[in-house]
């Protein structure tokens, strides 16, 4: 049930409204980190002393990628045989990455071993161009967050496939919400009114949802595209996995793909320290568990009904040019 928590929207607070108050106060939080040098802050479009912006999207400011590192992902060497799975932030990377695992290892045995699927399915944004990729057996996959027109050349040139998972942007918006708490690269949002307005005017981590996936179905005449949305996956998710595989091209026997099936869940997930990113819980790079419910409508537990008729009116206005069918709420 929508919570009535009063009738407007507050404006998202920065706290830095002056560029050097936010340059200054980034330099401090990234003392003791060895991502960049301070001379570096002083060319970035800062949003936020934990986010600037480039090509439209918001990169971390504690990552070690810069601008110009980011733009050489463009000369990205990829192969035929390359995957590129791609989200906007909290749309199911995670669950598709233990999917595409799965798939991968029943269709080449031994293709998975003994590592973690951040190993298998490594963070296009996280690696240069002269990273150990290039080593990697076929079929590699990468997990990406980047826009079309940052991905690698070859993957438009050469048909590459791309997996494009989609989730309804309210569900995205809360768990996007809940993971800023976690995260120790993202700012703890001051409070939920707050962040509301951030994620609408697009002043969050990788920018605005709504051009995200404009700009994916806009580009889907040049990509090799897969689209699946997450609601549906909640639905049916042998039926999603059946398809998934055809577009990969794995003959899969009806017993592999109910194996896929069983370990992908969400209860298999969370308890398998390859799926849930336990480990980057112990290193300190989250400050707890990441994985939280996997299902649609928990949105409703935070939005008031002045926010929800707002985001209604903002989705209307900004999706104007793309029919999507959007599920709100799967009840069990």
């Known amino acids: 049930m929508l919570r009535r928590r009063g009738r ?42 934990y986010l600037f912006k480039h090509r439209r999207r918001n990169f971390l400011v504690k990552d070690k990628m810069r601008p110009a590192d980011l733009d050489a992902l463009h000369h990205f060497e990829t192969r035929p045989t390359d995957i590129f799975l791609v989200t906007y932030p909290k ?31 490594p963070w296009l944004e996280e690696r240069s161009v002269d990273n150990p990729s290039r080593e990697r057996p ?44 976690v995260w120790v690269l993202l700012e703890t949002p001051q409070s939920f009114e ?36 997450y609601e549906s996956m909640l639905k049916d998710l042998r039926g999603e996995v059946v398809k998934l595989c055809a577009f990969l ?20 997930m969370k308890t398998n320290p390859k799926a849930n990113y336990k480990d980057l819980v112990e290193t300190g790079r989250y400050k707890g568990e990441t994985m939280r419910k996997g299902v649609a409508g928990d949105w409703k537990n935070l939005f008031t009904v002045a926010q ?21 709420e799967i009840k069990e």
């Open 308 to 328: 929800n008729e707002h985001f209604d009116k903002v989705l209307k206005e900004k999706m104007s040019n793309l029919a999507l069918t959007c599920v709100w």
């Open 249 to 268: 091209e794995k003959d899969l026997t009806d017993e592999a793909v109910d194996r896929v099936v069983e370990a992908s869940t969400f209860k298999s």
């Open 194 to 229: 707050g962040f509301f307005q951030q994620f609408l005017d697009g002043d969050v981590y990788m920018g605005s949802w709504f051009d995200h996936i404009q700009d994916y179905h806009k580009a889907q005449d040049q990509l090799n595209i897969h689209f699946v949305q």
């Open 91 to 121: 749309s199911g990377t995670a669950w598709m990455q233990q999917i595409l695992v799965q798939i991968m290892d029943a269709a080449h045995l031994g293709w998975a071993e003994d590592a973690t699927n951040r190993t298998h399915v």
């Open 8 to 49: 407007g929207v507050k404006d998202a607070e920065f706290g830095f409204s002056a560029r050097k108050a936010a340059v200054d106060f980034s330099k401090y939080l990234l003392k003791g980190f060895t991502c960049c040098s301070e001379a570096s802050m002083d060319s970035l479009d800062l949003v936020s002393p």
């Open 138 to 181: 076929d079929p590699r996959i990468f997990g990406s967050h980047l826009p079309p027109d940052m991905l690698p050349r070859g993957v438009k040139a050469n048909r590459i496939k791309v997996v494009y998972v989609w989730r309804n942007p309210k569900d995205i918006l809360v768990s996007l919400y809940h993971f800023s708490h």
